[in-house]
């Protein structure tokens, strides 16, 4: 079985400051990992995803992850955030078998409160 | 496209009464599912089916039912509703499970007095 742990429930910052949101996961067997975003009384958005290849991912609005197998993450990162990233934010994975996936499994969310 | 259309978006009902919430997608995808989100819990998955005429439970299917009966439709049915089932609930749609990103509806506030 997979499961995913976003570290931080909360993460406070000012305008055009860096902000990463931490994510790690176990399985044993080989993942896809997924970043989702949700705004106040919407659904969820996909920002980026993982499923091969390079291990640096860029996604919508000027985010990024890095995948680091051996430590078991996948963190969120943006240079410079903007008062409109304020959202929820939600790390996901499900396994890859090889030919067939298994269901998403999500984290507990991430609050982005971004202050001017 | 409509994409995932989920309704009603709100609804309040009483202990021990039944209702279903509806999901439809027009991207002909095969595999759908049934959220919900509770503050604090992140997303749990339901329910889920991965084509017409078959369904699956998932992390927390007790109180609730699903049918597919086509691949554009998948009902979430609570039979006899309570409090505890308080929540918002999202229905997805992808082609499949995992590799594919999920589409998601924008959810049905649901309150069990």
């Known amino acids: 079985a997979q499961s995913v742990t976003q570290l931080d429930s909360q993460v406070p910052v000012f305008e055009e400051a860096p902000v990463e949101l931490r994510c790690n996961y176990s399985?044993?067997?080989?993942?896809?990992l997924f970043w989702y975003v949700q705004y106040p009384n919407q659904g969820l958005q996909l920002l980026l995803k993982y499923l091969s290849g390079s291990t640096l991912v860029k996604g919508i609005n000027g985010f990024e992850a890095e995948f680091n197998k051996s430590q078991t993450s996948f963190h969120l990162r943006k240079p410079s955030v903007h008062i409109s990233d304020t959202a929820e934010y939600f790390c996901?994975?499900?396994?890859?078998?090889?030919?067939?996936?298994?269901?998403?499994?999500f984290g507990k969310g991430t609050k982005l409160s971004v202050k001017p | 496209n409509a994409g995932v259309t989920q309704t009603p978006k709100f609804q309040v009902l009483k202990t021990g009464q039944s209702m279903t919430l509806q999901c439809a997608q027009d991207m002909n995808h095969e595999y759908m599912s049934w959220y919900r989100q509770d503050p604090g819990m992140g997303l749990r998955l339901i329910h889920y089916?991965?084509?017409?005429?078959?369904?699956d439970q998932g992390e927390v299917p007790n109180g609730y039912n699903v049918s597919r009966s086509t691949t554009e439709d998948f009902p979430l049915r609570l039979l006899s509703a309570a409090p505890s089932q308080t929540s918002v609930y999202f229905c997805?749609?992808?082609?499949?499970?995992?590799?594919?990103?999920?589409?998601f509806g924008d959810g049905t506030r649901l309150s069990i007095l």
């Open positions: 996901a994975v499900s396994a890859n078998y090889g030919g067939s996936q298994g269901n998403l499994i």
């Open positions: 997805a749609s992808s082609r499949d499970p995992g590799g594919q990103p999920q589409h």
């Open positions: 089916s991965v084509g017409a005429g078959i369904t």
């Open positions: 399985s044993s067997v080989s993942v896809y």
